[in-house]
């Protein structure tokens, strides 16, 4: 079956594909694949980087970039080939592991260090940091500036009309007189109290091994900070450093985060809500758009 709107399982991908495509590069199983090559390339960085390993120091920084490119010119054919991986390895995580792996191996700086790819790590490691990743850019990158657009062209139709009198109405019935332009400002006061509340929420994430506490790395190499070498990268990647684990990060910050976007979901549904009561009082009336019909 070939991949369209109308073979998709969800409406997201099916019949609302184009409300969602800035998203749709973040959180395709695609953008999943690329976020866990940043992960993976950014800690060769760190291992090869100040109080990292012995064994990856002296590469230059053409070699470095070699690995750098990985990240910046991933394609979606790319993510094919790690996906033909997968299909033997049936691990999508190691997938990503070998792929670096094929990728690095004919350059010769790479060759004798291809077994530091994934150095110590459980695939949470990857994976906690390559959803914070997706979570992060979605909300910076997308939600928060369509938010902000929003509240923008709101607010100017708070001032345009704050004085059109309206009659107000209370358990549907009619009450005393507002104006349109303060109606809508509530919603301008509502969405942007929203809106902070989900730019506040600190995404976090880890990478402490199997179980959280270093193990592997302090036996591999006990000369090294291990908490701070990755704290450090953690935070490189924009995250807060979640020093307290077991092998899974405990996604508290997600339910933070998908909480406050349930919240700015909830001000835009009351929004909507009231336009349409206030369009089947008469008080709007919608746009006619030749060749639609029904409600």
């Known amino acids: 079956m070939s991949l369209n709107s109308l073979a998709a399982i969800s409406p997201v991908d099916g019949r609302y594909a184009a409300r969602c495509t800035e998203l749709r590069a973040l959180f395709s199983e695609s953008g999943l694949i690329r976020a866990r ?3 993976e390339i950014a800690w060769l ?4 980087g100040p109080g990292g390993l012995a064994e990856m120091q002296g590469l230059s920084a053409a070699d470095l970039g070699i690995a750098a490119d990985l990240v910046a010119q991933f394609s979606e054919p790319d993510a094919g080939v790690v996906k033909s991986i997968e299909r033997e390895t049936n691990h999508d995580v190691k997938a990503v592991e070998y792929f670096i792996k094929q990728q690095l191996a004919p350059h010769a700086a790479w060759k004798p260090r291809l077994e530091f790819v994934h150095f110590a790590c459980t695939s949470e490691d990857i994976n ?8 992060l850019e979605a909300r910076d990158t997308v ?10 062209a709101l607010r100017a139709m708070a001032h345009a009309h704050a004085d059109d009198a309206m009659m107000s109405r ?4 009619p009450a005393t007189p507002t104006t349109l332009g303060k109606e809508v400002a509530v ?34 190499a006990p000369e090294v900070d291990w908490v701070a070498l990755g704290r450090r990268l953690v935070e490189s990647l924009g995250l807060e450093w979640n020093a307290y684990t077991t092998q899974i990060e405990p996604h508290d910050w997600m339910a933070e985060y998908f909480d406050a976007l349930a919240r700015c979901n909830t001000v835009l549904l009351d929004l909507c809500r009231d336009f349409w009561g206030y369009i089947s009082l008469g008080y709007f009336r919608q746009k006619v758009v030749a060749g639609e019909v029904g409600s």
């Open 37 to 39: 090559v940043r992960v």
């Open 45 to 48: 960085q760190a291992l090869a």
């Open 128 to 135: 906690n940091l390559s959803y914070a990743l997706m979570c």
């Open 143 to 152: 939600l928060l500036p369509r938010i902000d657009s929003l509240t923008q």
């Open 170 to 173: 209370t358990h549907g019935q």
């Open 187 to 220: 919603f301008v006061h509502r969405l942007r109290q929203a809106r902070e509340a989900l730019a506040r929420v600190p995404i976090r994430g880890k990478v402490n091994g199997a179980v959280g506490n270093f193990n592997a790395h302090l036996s591999a």
